[in-house]
């Protein structure tokens, strides 16, 4: 039987996940506590609160190092740590002038990787630490989506790119299944799914960034995942994985059952 082995959000946009128990689908398509926060240029060409492509952000597909950044949001209190191998960058409220510590962290931080989107780019900065804390507004897609793959995709995905330990990190995925056939997840594309207490009116394939291509532990682009995807499964665009959208929401639970409503 399909079941529910794994639920992530994502609190600060292209950051690491946190895993919980359970999530909150809100009427539409985005999952409470997910994406609230956003690592914006100063450049961005939309106001602080609305919605735009990633790109315009520090995210993981443009800053691989970030994976290395181990990230915590207590909603409750309002407050972001950010840290690097056990030692705290940053632990602040979202307060003005605990913004200003957590951008600067963070500034300090990417300016010193090899591979970032902020040198030579002087009209990017300062960066500014966009979201209310509460809000889920900066999904990939302006609409939001719940995202999801199975985990016998993965396997197949490992087995084609030669990498055992492949992780479902890389994916950035709400919501992991198991108990269903690899790929089966692209079938449902067009139908309507139900996964635990909430029905998926709207289910698409999901089309992979560069954000794959970071391995999730050590923050080196080590894995073409686009181009693999690709090559090894004849794929038009690099797909793994569905995105999802519920008119009503609910609730669902590591453990919740998974069929076609």
């Known amino acids: 039987m399909a079941r529910v082995v794994a639920l992530y959000r994502y609190p600060v946009k292209g950051f690491t996940p946190e ?3 359970r999530i909150t689908v809100l009427p539409g ?3 409470a ?3 609230v926060l956003n690592f914006r240029f100063a450049d961005a060409p939309v106001a602080d609160t609305a919605w735009c492509r990633k790109y315009h952000g520090v995210v993981l597909a443009n800053t691989p190092g970030l994976a290395r950044l181990e990230v915590r949001f207590d909603e ?14 940053a632990d602040h409220g979202l307060d003005p002038a605990g913004r200003r510590e ?3 962290a963070i500034t300090d931080y990417v300016l010193h990787l090899e591979d970032n989107p902020l040198q030579g780019a002087p009209q990017r900065l300062p960066l500014k630490l966009v979201g209310d ?4 507004r900066y999904q990939d897609n302006e609409a939001g989506q719940v995202t999801l793959h199975a985990r016998e995709s993965l396997a197949a995905a490992a087995m084609a790119f030669g990498d055992a330990a492949l992780s479902e990190l890389r994916f950035r995925h709400n919501i992991v299944i198991d108990g269903v056939s690899a790929w089966e997840e692209q079938g449902w594309v067009g139908s309507k799914l139900r996964v635990g207490d909430v029905v998926f009116e709207r289910v698409v394939a999901k089309v992979r960034c560069l954000a794959t291509h970071a391995n999730p532990l050590t923050g080196e682009r080590d894995l073409p995942v686009m181009q693999l995807l690709v090559k090894a499964f004849a794929q038009r665009n690099p797909t793994f994985g569905v995105g999802m959208l519920s008119d009503s ?3 669902i ?3 919740d059952c998974i069929a076609l409503a």
């Open 133 to 136: 804390g509460t809000t889920p």
């Open 102 to 104: 957590l951008v600067q």
């Open 19 to 21: 895993r919980v128990a």
């Open 249 to 251: 929401g609910g609730e």
């Open 76 to 89: 409750p209190r309002q407050r972001l740590t950010i840290g690097l191998g056990g030692r705290t960058l």
């Open 33 to 35: 506590g997910d994406r």
């Open 253 to 255: 639970r590591v453990g």
């Open 29 to 31: 398509g985005r999952v």
